[in-house]
T-cell receptor, first 116, second 113 residues
């Protein structure tokens, strides 16, 4: 089956620093990737939709200058949390849409970010 | 806008009990409906899906039927196992192919032997 990886799986950083999270589709091409944020015991909230070769579309309330998204190839999207603060601590999950199967999204295992 | 409402958890059952997790949705157009499962420490996995009214999705003994008249997609399993303990998310995807998923809040299922 289709596999999506995320790296790193866990990261701890100091307040004010930036952190980059990678999302890769390992065995399929993905023109679209989605970034979600999951708070403890809550649902996944869509942050942005990332399309290969174009600017990401951010959901209302998500700061695009704080959460930089780059989708440079059909298999890689990155999320950079800039000038991180403790309130950015969360579980970040990406998903990728298979080019050949429009309704199917495959999820990465998630990245646990802790900002101290 | 589109939204998903699912029953609050946690749901605690004994092994071999019958499971129902309710899910209702609000959407314009003709969404596709999904159930995802998240096992402890793992990412989300697609459990089953239905793309049009009256479709029944099924997998691993779980079933859900897309009911347009009641805007529901309830998850059922006749006999749960301890290994089914996880968080279950109901989700919908808008009428346009490739749109992002909108998730319910998730329901935690705990099955004891």
């Amino acid at each position: 089956g289709a596999v999506v990886s995320q790296h790193p799986s866990r990261v701890i950083c100091k307040s004010g620093t930036s952190v980059k999270i990678e999302c890769r589709s390992l065995d399929f091409q993905a023109t679209t990737m989605f970034w979600y944020r999951q708070f403890p015991k809550q649902s996944l909230m869509l942050m942005a939709t990332s399309n290969e070769g174009s600017k990401a579309t951010y959901e209302q309330g998500v700061e695009k200058d704080k959460f930089l998204i780059n989708h440079a190839s059909l298999t890689l999207s990155t999320l950079t949390v800039t000038s991180a603060h403790p309130e950015d601590s969360s579980f970040y999950i990406c998903s990728a849409r298979d080019l050949l199967n429009s309704y199917e999204q495959y999820f990465g295992p998630g990245t646990r970010l802790t900002v101290t | 806008g589109n939204s998903v409402t699912q029953m609050e958890g946690p749901v605690t059952l004994s092994e071999e009990a019958f499971l129902t997790i309710n899910c209702t949705y609000t959407a314009t157009g003709y969404p596709s409906l999904f159930w995802y499962v998240q096992y402890p420490g793992e990412g989300l996995q697609l459990l089953l899906k239905a793309t049009k009214a009256d479709d029944k999705g099924s997998n691993k003994g779980f079933e859900a039927t897309y009911r347009k008249e009641t805007t529901s997609f309830h998850l059922e399993k006749g006999s749960v196992q301890v290994s089914d303990s996880a968080v279950y998310f109901c989700a919908l995807s808008g009428g346009q192919a490739g749109t992002a998923l909108i998730f319910g809040k998730g329901t935690t299922l705990s099955v004891s032997s």
